[in-house]
């Protein structure tokens, strides 16, 4: 039987059926690493309880990962929706993090900025995101509480995934949008067999027919030790004109004569703290 994905927690997964009744899912083998989003080929082990078999083929996979191990975030998804918020504050190097696995992988992203009706600390969060802007990221304006159907028409016709420093509004989102969310979570937290589960697992949402959600669990740090120097050159998708362009084939852009970058850095073509992110980030990478 072939099935999706639609809740992830640890290594418990429920999936949905083609008739839409969901199943109760453990891996067959203990590496295998499901996301919430996968399509599966299952075999039920009892009335109320499956095998996951294999993982189909992936369009796409977001993940994060430390020195440890990967979190696969979600599978399949082309759009993620990266929430931030006027307050509580918000880091802007998680949300360069968050843009970097997406363009790696080719999914695309929209920046939305909660709670806009917190007009005196607005300002200043668009001060935060005029770095994106500049780099022609999308950026939605809204406020979840009475205005989340703005971001609905940027969910049409996409699998979309939410991500977010908790305390952005994610919940309040999927809740407006999702009218049926609460009681679906509840429907997948007793497929799960535990009420624990409520708030920390990932889950897949139907919008409409073509439309799909993924809420995720709110993140605090975003590692991208899974992408190698070239990968996280590529994905700041403003250094893109000077890669291969220095003099030297393996420079760091640190301090190498006729460095590209360095000199797109000099001229202001390049922003000073997306660079030092970038720095930040190769200092914590494999080599590669
Ligand atoms: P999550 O952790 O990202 O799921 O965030 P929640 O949806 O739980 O929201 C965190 C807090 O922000 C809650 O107290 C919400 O009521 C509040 N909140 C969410 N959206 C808005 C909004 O548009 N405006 C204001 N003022 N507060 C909001
Ligand atoms: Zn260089």
Not at 28 to 44: F, T
Not at 259 to 286: K, V
């Amino acid at each position: 039987m072939e099935g999706r994905v639609v809740a992830a927690h640890g290594r418990q997964y429920v999936v949905q059926l083609a008739d839409g009744t969901l199943l109760p899912c453990f891996p067959r083998s203990k590496k295998s690493e499901v996301a919430c989003g996968d399509r599966v080929d299952i075999q039920r082990t009892s009335d109320d309880q499956g095998v996951i078999e294999a993982i189909q083929p992936r369009t796409s996979l977001l993940y994060r990962s430390n020195e440890i191990r990967q979190k696969l975030i979600a599978a399949n998804v082309d759009q993620v929706v990266f929430v931030v918020a006027t307050e509580p504050g918000f880091s802007d190097e998680l949300v360069t993090r968050a843009l970097l696995a997406a363009e790696s992988e080719e999914i695309e992203p929209l920046i939305v900025l909660n709670k806009c009706d917190l007009t005196d600390k607005l300002p200043a969060a668009r001060g935060q995101l005029a770095v994106f802007a500049g780099l022609g990221y999308r950026i939605l304006e809204l406020s979840a509480r009475d205005h989340a159907e703005d971001l609905r028409p940027y969910l049409q016709g996409h699998t979309s995934v939410l991500v977010g420093q908790s305390g952005m509004g994610k919940s309040t989102l999927v809740n407006a949008l999702v009218p049926e969310a609460r009681a679906a979570t509840r429907e997948i937290s007793a497929a799960l067999d535990s009420g624990k589960h409520t708030t920390t697992h990932a889950a897949l949402y139907h919008l409409d027919a073509e439309s799909q959600l993924i809420d995720s669990p709110g993140l605090q740090e975003f590692g991208l030790g899974h992408l190698d120097r070239q990968e996280i050159e590529l994905a700041f998708r403003e250094f893109r004109p000077y890669l291969g362009q220095c003099r030297f084939r393996d420079c760091r852009h640190d301090r190498e004569p006729d460095c590209a970058l360095l000199a797109a850095l000099e001229a202001g073509t390049i922003d000073s703290r997306r660079f030092a992110i970038y720095h930040r980030i190769m200092g914590t990478q494999r080599a590669g």
